[in-house]
Every structure is written in structure tokens, then in C-alpha cells.
């Protein structure tokens, strides 16, 4: 251990209470900051994985009316092919709809971060249980496509019935939970649906949920060809939903393959930006309101370190004229400010991990844009070393100060009672 540093812990104990206060204000501080960015991460988190076991990472829908363009093909190499297109992206029109889904769909298995498409055919239709009707909307699909772009299974996982027998039961059809409730359905049930003039009656092979509100109470699966016969659209598609290895290359592929396939392409980031953003808006807030506990634990930090100062003058005093130089005061003082940086920051880490597993295990029942049983937090490093970070600055900086202002004292001017 340096004598710097052993000086540093002999004037750490000088003024005990001040020293300890400041240290509790960091551990908060820091443990605290990390609760909250975990807790706003885990639900942004939560978030996007529903929508993406939803909705897909990329739609493909409504093809592009592009009055000149050039088909360039090179290889076998997807990548290799590419359109030409003239005309400015903000005055395309689009056409309604995937006209060819099955092309579409083999042309996409050529993209390598492609793991999954699958053919949907959507339309509204008001469905009638035996006690009351609503509105919903019809989602015909191929089962086993679809269950590699979704989190489909684990949906009717949490709701009731299987999937079993939907995919043995033409009529059969996957209900939402908020729809079923308020059509008061059980698995098994019948459930008329009238599109237009056509009207079938079908029967509830299982009741899914996917902790969306706004989808459970309108989304109603059904086999792709029976749907086919009730909207009377024989072919095409309404959108072709996709799934990534790699979400977070969504809109650079989404933009790839919309000049490829020439239709529209939409990633998850551009269809949910508006809730995206306020997540992120949310993480900023924490951030900055719990920030200034390990504000004000700095500038009582700050305080002790300048009456630091002035009552240890004489030490100082003893000390430069025993040949200690500017640098060696000033680096005992910033050995100060490091020592309580130090175990502040691993006591805000133990607390905060230990509050954010409490908080993981707490239940709750959270309704609106999603649902969830339980607070949902995200394990990050870099909450950690964010947190670290906004300490260090903090309190570095307020070592500094003091720090300085001591290496600029002289003996003499001690001994004469001039020091500044």
C-alpha cells in the first residue's frame, strides 16, 4: 500500500458521519439507477417480443407501382440480384396486397437471415357467439408457417385448448382471450362469422393470449384455405409476415427486400417507433431523476472534502515540509474520493442487483398495451458501468476541487496564517 493511500484512509476517518453520508447517497445512487433502467428495459424488452412473436420482425404488403425499373440477376446468389428502380421512393404507389405470396416466400428462403415467412390472408368479419356479437378481424394461415415466424404455440399455451386440434379441424378457429370474454366463448364452443353476405358457423379449437390487448380482442385465426372461402379471395394475400435470426438488422433488410421484391417491406422498429420512443423517453426520465441522488450525495461529498481541507492544514503543512510535493496532496485527496467511488460503486451494484431480482419476483397483473403477472426487469452490463460511469464523474469531480485547492497550499504560509 503507497503512504499516499495510507494517508488517505487516516483522513477518511477524520470525519466519519460526512464521509458515511456521502458513501450511502452513492450506493443509492447507483443501486437505485440501476433498478430503474431495468425495469424500463424489461418492459421495452417484454414489449418488443411480444410484438415481434405477433407480428413478425418484417411485414411484406401492398406491392410497388414503379413506372420503370430493370431486373438485374447475377448468379444464384440472392444478393446478387438486384432492381434497378428510377423513380423517387416517396411518389411510388402501391396495389393492395400481395399478388403472388408463393413467389414471394421463395424468393425470401434465398436471404440468409431470413428464418421464416408465412402466407396471411386478413379481413373483417363480426362474429356472433351464441349470447352477444363484436367486430373482429379473420387471420387465415398456413399452421406450420406460421408457428416459425410467431410465438403462436406459447400463446395458446397460455390461454386454453390446443393446437392439436386445430390443425385437425377445418372449422376450427384460434380466439383471442379478451375477444372470447367478452363473447363469453369457451373451447369448443360455435362462433358464427359473417363477412359480407357469406355466413359459417365454425368452432373454437383453442383461446390464445399474447398480452396485447388490442390484438386479443380482435385477432381471430382460421385455416388459410377456409379463409379463402369466406372473404371469396381465391388468391393472393394480404401481407406475408417474416421472421429474422437477427432482429436488430430489420430496417437495412427491410429496405433490401422492398427493392428486391418490390413491395412494401416494414420493419418492426418503423411499425412501432411511436412506442419505442416513448420507452426510450421513459429510460432518459429514470435516468436523470435518480441521477440527482448521486448529485447531491456529490456535492455533500464536495463539502467534506473542503472543511477536509481546511482542518487538516497543519497536516498538509507537516507533510509538504517533509518533502511531500503538490502532487502527492493532491493525490491523497483524490485517493479520498476514489476510496468512497470504489465502495459506493460495488455497494450500488449489490443493491441494485439484489432489488432488481426482488422487483422480478414481485407479482402484479399490468393491463393495456400488454399484459404481465410479474414486474419485468432486463439484466444488462451496461446498466452497471452506465451507472459507474455517472458516479465517477461525480464524485471525481468534486475530489478535484478540494484536491487542488490543497496542493496549492505553502508551509509557510500556514505557519503565517496566510493560507488561502
Known amino acids: 500500500m503507497s503512504t499516499n493511500l495510507r494517508i488517505a484512509l487516516r483522513f477518511l476517518t477524520a470525519r466519519k458521519r460526512s464521509m458515511l453520508m456521502s458513501l450511502a447517497g452513492i450506493i443509492f445512487g447507483v443501486g ?47 444478393d446478387a440480384s438486384k432492381f434497378e428502380v428510377e423513380t423517387d421512393r416517396t411518389g411510388r404507389k402501391y396495389i393492395a396486397g400481395v399478388e403472388d405470396p408463393g413467389l414471394i416466400i421463395e424468393a425470401l428462403r434465398r436471404f440468409r437471415n431470413v428464418a421464416g415467412a408465412s402466407t396471411v390472408l386478413e379481413g373483417s368479419v363480426i362474429a356472433d357467439s351464441s349470447f352477444k356479437n ?27 385448448g390446443s393446437l392439436d386440434d386445430f390443425r385437425t ?25 359473417q363477412a359480407g353476405t ?10 390464445y393470449v399474447t398480452g396485447v390487448s388490442d390484438i386479443d380482442k380482435v385477432r381471430i385465426y382460421m385455416h388459410l384455405g377456409e379463409a379463402r372461402s369466406l372473404l371469396k379471395k381465391a388468391t393472393g394475400a394480404s401481407f406475408i409476415q417474416v421472421s429474422l435470426f437477427d432482429r436488430d438488422r430489420a430496417p437495412q433488410d427491410a429496405v433490401q427486400l422492398e427493392e428486391i421484391l418490390r413491395h412494401g417491406a416494414k420493419s418492426w422498429q418503423e411499425r412501432e417507433v411511436s412506442w419505442l420512443n416513448a420507452f426510450k423517453a421513459l429510460q432518459v ?6 441521477s440527482t441522488i448521486i448529485l447531491i450525495s456529490g456535492l455533500g461529498m464536495f463539502n467534506t472534502l473542503a472543511m ?99 496542493a496549492r497550499l505553502e508551509p509557510g504560509d500556514i505557519i503565517r496564517g496566510t493560507s488561502q
Not at 378457429?173 to 367478452?182: F, I, N, Q, S, T
Not at 426520465?285 to 435518480?290: K, R
Open 285 to 290: 426520465s429514470a435516468a436523470l431523476t435518480v
Open 169 to 193: 379441424t377445418p372449422q376450427g378457429l384460434l380466439v383471442g382471450k379478451v375477444l372470447a370474454d367478452r363473447l363469453l366463448l369457451s373451447v369448443g364452443d360455435s362462433l358464427i362469422l
Open 308 to 406: 477536509l481541507v481546511i482542518e487538516k492544514t497543519k497536516e498538509i503543512a507537516i507533510l509538504r515540509s517533509m518533502g511531500y510535493s503538490r502532487r502527492d496532496i493532491s493525490q491523497i485527496f483524490l485517493w479520498l474520493g476514489a476510496i468512497v467511488l470504489g465502495i459506493g460503486t460495488v455497494g450500488g451494484w449489490i443493491l441494485g442487483f439484489a432489488v432488481t431480482y426482488g422487483v422480478s419476483k414481485w407479482p402484479i397483473h399490468i393491463t393495456g398495451i400488454f399484459t404481465a403477472e410479474t414486474f419485468q426487469v432486463y439484466w444488462s452490463i451496461n446498466h452497471y458501468l452506465i451507472a459507474t460511469l455517472c458516479a465517477a464523474v461525480v464524485v471525481m469531480t468534486a475530489a478535484v476541487i478540494p484536491a487542488r485547492r490543497a
Open 32 to 78: 437505485f439507477f440501476i433498478v430503474t433502467q431495468a425495469q424500463t428495459s424489461g418492459f421495452e424488452q417484454f414489449f418488443i417480443k411480444v410484438i415481434l412473436g405477433t407480428n413478425g420482425a418484417i411485414r411484406i404488403e401492398d406491392k410497388i407501382q414503379a413506372t420503370t425499373f430493370t431486373l438485374a440477376a447475377a448468379g444464384h446468389d440472392p
Open 198 to 207: 357469406e355466413q359459417r358457423r365454425y368452432r373454437v379449437s383453442a383461446i
Open 134 to 160: 363484436d367486430s373482429a378481424k379473420v387471420y387465415g394461415i398456413k399452421l406450420e408457417d406460421h408457428l416459425a415466424v410467431s410465438d403462436l404455440a406459447e400463446q395458446v399455451a397460455r390461454g386454453h
